[in-house]
């Protein structure tokens, strides 16, 4: 029998209810999960840990969300790991250029439950 690496997701989000959700289940469906609330303790998770796949609010406390975007994806650190960007109804337009690039997705935060993130990430890491 053949036994699977467990993955790791990485979710910024300063909201702590639905990050304890959306954490939750990742964790039901076999994921490790480290829960950050800011850009700065996600860059310092991201120098000590590999992760499998980033969950990131946009509009997360502690920086400029398309600032920060450009730095995880041009820089070594997510390379390899494919991004969900989780956004606000208004910076849908905005970010729609980075989707299907650099294995950039996103999801509007509003119209999405912790379920419906939790099962596209699952499927941005089995991609």
Request: proline letters at 2%; a negative charge; glycine letters at 8%.
């Amino acid at each position: 029998m053949e036994e699977t690496a467990i993955k790791h997701a990485l979710i910024i989000e300063d909201d702590g209810f639905f990050s304890e959700l959306l954490g939750r289940r990742l964790a039901e469906m076999g994921f490790r999960v480290t829960v950050v609330p800011s850009v700065g303790d996600a860059k310092k998770a991201l120098q000590s840990e590999t992760v499998d796949v980033v969950c990131f609010d946009m509009v997360v406390s502690g920086g400029d969300g398309l600032k920060t975007l450009s730095e995880f994806k041009t820089g070594t650190v997510l390379k390899n790991a494919p991004l969900l960007l989780l956004v606000d109804k208004e910076l849908e337009r905005r970010v729609s250029e980075w989707v299907g690039a650099d294995a950039v997705e996103y999801l509007v935060k509003q119209e999405s439950s912790p379920e419906d993130i939790a099962l596209k990430i699952e499927s941005l890491v089995r991609a």
